[in-house]
Structure formats: structure tokens, C-alpha cells
């Protein structure tokens, strides 16, 4: 699956299923690393440049796994700018009808479209393999997040887990758990 979109500022970007080559090509993952690491500010992990090695391993690890791992990437000019991943636990029957998606846009093409043209698919592709039943999370202090995803893209707030986030300044901030039915008959 290529496709391809014409987003706010006029570039034209696709959007695939990713593999370790796509990530081995033009470096791209290092690219998307080091790209990440400018807005961990609103995901759960910081990204740390000494781990990059580890992380990659991982990473390529969740990739071999396609029926449980989905993960769709972004690409303007044959680098990544833009990753969503969906994870199923295939191996307990009785969750495995839910889905856990994330999502990480690069910082120059924030703001275009990319984030929920990036979900739709994602949507999609979950429709399409049984799961019907999407959760996420983000940071209380995200209000793009929330408009993105409650108020754009019709996901429901679920519930609060307080303090839930370390900050930088040793603050602390809630998580916002969100859900959505893809099945109508379900909803």
C-alpha cells in the first residue's frame, strides 16, 4: 500500500507500511530519531541519543511481527517525517478485538493534515482486520492532541490517570485515556 496526499503546504508526501528497509534507507532511522528526540516533549518516552542501538533492535524486532505490529510511515522526499504504529495482543483472545495506536510527526510538518490522514488509514487498516475497539493516550497539557483526536476525530475520553507523566521540571502531568468503536453495530 502507497499512497499519496497533497497536504496544507502543498507538498506532496505517501504514506506506506513500513519495513526495516525503509528504515535502512537514507538512514532513516536515525533521521527519525534524532527528529523525535525535538518533540518528546508530549510522548511517554524521552528518546535518548546513547540508546539509539537498543532501540533500534526493538523496534525492528515489533516490525517482524506484522499481524501484531502495524506500523504506517510518512515520507516526503524519501524521508521519514511521520510514524503511527497499532499494536494487538493477538495472544489473549479475550482483548484481542483492541487495538493501541501512537503517533509521532516530525516538528517541520506539524500542523498539514499529516497526523489524521496518518489515522484514517490506520482506522482503516484496523476495520479491515477485525479490531474493533482503538485506545491512546495523551498528555493533558497536549490541547492539539485533544482537538485532533476528541473533537476532529470523534474519540472518546475515557478516563484521567493523574500524575501519570514526569516533566522535565519535575512536575508532573495527567494522562488522558482515549477510545473509539470502529464497528457501528458496537457503538
Excluded: C
Aim: aromatic letters at 12%; charged letters at 30%.
Amino acid at each position: 500500500m502507497i499512497k499519496s496526499y497533497i497536504v496544507k503546504d502543498k507538498n506532496k508526501i505517501s504514506i506506506k507500511y513500513v519495513t526495516i528497509a525503509d528504515f535502512e534507507k537514507n538512514k532513516n532511522f536515525e533521521y527519525y530519531y534524532d527528529w523525535r528526540s525535538r518533540v518528546d516533549d508530549f510522548l511517554r518516552s524521552k528518546t535518548k541519543i546513547k540508546m539509539l542501538g537498543e532501540v533500534r533492535k526493538r523496534f525492528y524486532d515489533n516490525l517482524a511481527h506484522p499481524y501484531e505490529n502495524i506500523v504506517i510511515g510518512t515520507f516526503y522526499k524519501d524521508k521519514l517525517i511521520g510514524l503511527a504504529y497499532l499494536h494487538r495482543n493477538i495472544m489473549n483472545e479475550r482483548i484481542k478485538h483492541i487495538g493501541k495506536w501512537g503517533i509521532v510527526i516530525h516538528p517541520d510538518f506539524q500542523n498539514q493534515g499529516i497526523g489524521t490522514i496518518m489515522l484514517k488509514n490506520l482506522e482503516n487498516r484496523a476495520n479491515q482486520i477485525g479490531i474493533i475497539k482503538l485506545e491512546a493516550s495523551f498528555q493533558s497539557r497536549n490541547h492539539i492532541a485533544e482537538h485532533i483526536y476528541v473533537e476532529k476525530l470523534h474519540y472518546k475520553i475515557e478516563g484521567i490517570k493523574k500524575l501519570a507523566i514526569l516533566l522535565e521540571d519535575g512536575t508532573f502531568d495527567d494522562e488522558i485515556l482515549i477510545g473509539k468503536l470502529l464497528n457501528s453495530k458496537n457503538k
